[in-house]
């Protein structure tokens, strides 16, 4: 585990750090690019000026003095040149005439000759040549930033500042990296030991939803899937008790009855024998509703819209229930506000049929069922209500669970399914269920959904 965090940490930290040395090194670049720009540009304006300062001087000394000595120019330059400048002044042929140096004014003038023909003889193609009429011309020395000792201070300040800079901002950077990355693995490492622990079936275990946005949103959706598997466990759970309570009855009572006829203690007449087969059915209705259900509840669930013509749909529901309500003198009649609309045709007329099949079950002798279809504000809504003893307001809110059978309905034939295939059927749809029951009102049970009709 330290390993995986060091990992994390390294990998985490080395990314900052090197990108922060890169930048600074672009940083660096930049600066220096900028500086000898800078620098360069300076000397330039420099050099103009001073080109036009020492061509006004000279000028205006030659005007006054037609040939001058060297004790006349050298006082009045000097203050012109930089700390270790020179000015050469030449005849028309390019021979010095006067040399002025101010790191070495002492040295004789035939010495200072000498150099300036050295230093024209090496940088021939360097020298620029100022018209100085009528004595001849005038070079000077190249004019640098760094020639007097205060620029020299200036630059060396810079770098300093600059280097102390770059080391202060490195360190606080690599700092500020290593807290930041030594978090961010810490938390890291906390999202993955909790994902281990629900992996590992702690399917309580809470990850901590704080810290950086992304791993807050992993942490988050570990604990939806947490919780949606405890869900789903306890679903399965409560599935297999259901199975388990539900088939036990009829099960049950098959093999008493079995028993009975083999032990000779009961006869094996067509009558017990049609009882046997009537609590065959039902297991074999509760069986092909389960599969049902677990069907409609599978996440690879999806629906089939279609265009649903509403007379026929109903007709054929009429059709389907008529038989079983004459039995029970019930009438059963249909009205719709609407022609037809959208929806999974098949799978509506499950929930719809199992809606109609509970209304004629639960309806009183003689009364009545009614199927209504409307539409409005871009919603459908299917109905079916029956006459009959009103449902407890108390129970209402469990009719749609699996297995659900209130004491009104407790010793009726049926899965006790209907209702929850309904339910899952209209949530498909992006619907709901709902239902109202009274005395004097009679039942009824609505599916809306959203839907285009006409």
């Known amino acids: ?43 330039r304006i420099q050099g103009e000026m001073l080109s036009e300062q020492l061509h006004s001087l ?97 630059l060396s300040t810079i770098n300093l500042t600059f ?81 388990t309570h539900d088939l036990r009855t ?10 009975g006829i083999k032990d000779g203690i009961l006869d094996g007449k067509p009558g017990r024998l049609s009882m046997i087969l009537e609590e065959l059915g039902r ?21 089939q819209k279609e265009s649903i013509p509403v007379r026929g749909f109903l007709d054929e529901l009429v059709r389907m229930y008529f038989l079983s309500a004459e039995e029970k003198k019930v009438t059963i009649t249909a009205h719709s506000g609407i022609t037809e609309f959208t929806g999974d045709k098949h799978l509506l007329f499950r929930a719809v049929s199992n809606l109609i099949s509970n209304a004629v079950r639960y309806a009183d002798t003689g009364g009545r069922v009614h199927l209504a279809v409307s539409g409005e504000y871009d919603r459908i809504t299917l109905s079916v209500f029956n006459t009959g003893k009103a449902i407890p307001a108390e129970e209402i809110p469990f009719v749609f669970d699996r297995l659900y059978r209130g004491e009104y309905a407790r010793n009726t034939k049926g899965s006790g399914l209907g209702l929850s295939i309904t339910k899952r059927i209209a949530e498909l749809h992006g619907g709901v269920v709902g239902m109202t029951s009274g005395e004097h009102t009679g039942t009824t049970v609505s599916i809306s959904f959203p839907g285009r009709f006409s």
Do not use: C
């Open 250 to 259: 009829p099960l049950s009572a098959l093999r008493a009855q079995l028993e």
């Open 58 to 154: 000279l000028s205006d000394i030659y005007d006054h003095q037609p040939e001058p000595d060297y004790e006349d120019i050298f006082p009045a330059v000097q203050s012109l040149l930089p700390g270790d400048g020179f000015l050469v002044i030449v005849d028309r042929d390019k021979n010095p005439l006067f040399v002025f140096r101010n790191h070495n004014p002492e040295s004789g003038q035939k010495n200072q000759l000498l150099w300036a023909l050295n230093y024209q003889n090496r940088h021939k193609k360097e020298i620029t040549y100022i018209d100085l009429d009528p004595a001849g011309f005038f070079f000077f020395g190249e004019v640098g930033f760094n020639k007097t000792r205060g620029n020299r201070r200036l």
């Open 1 to 43: 585990m330290v390993l995986i965090m060091n990992t994390v940490f390294i990998r985490t930290l080395l990314p900052i750090f090197i990108t922060f040395l890169f930048l600074i090194l672009i940083l660096w670049i930049l600066f220096n690019t900028g500086l000898m720009f800078s620098i360069a540009d300076w000397n």
């Open 283 to 303: 297991i074999e209705t509760l069986v092909n509703d389960f599969n049902q259900l677990m069907k409609l509840e599978s996440p690879e669930m999806t629906i």
């Open 163 to 243: 280097t102390a800079g770059i080391l202060i901002s490195a360190v606080l950077s690599f700092l500020f990296a290593f807290f930041f990355s030594r978090s961010l693995s810490n938390r890291a490492l906390e999202l993955m030991k909790g994902i281990k622990a629900i992996a590992a079936g702690h399917l309580d275990y809470h990850i901590n939803e704080t810290g950086p946005r992304e791993l807050g949103m992993i942490a988050k959706s570990a604990n939806f899937l947490g919780k949606k598997l405890k869900e789903e466990g306890e679903m399965r759970s409560r599935w297999t008790e259901d199975i």
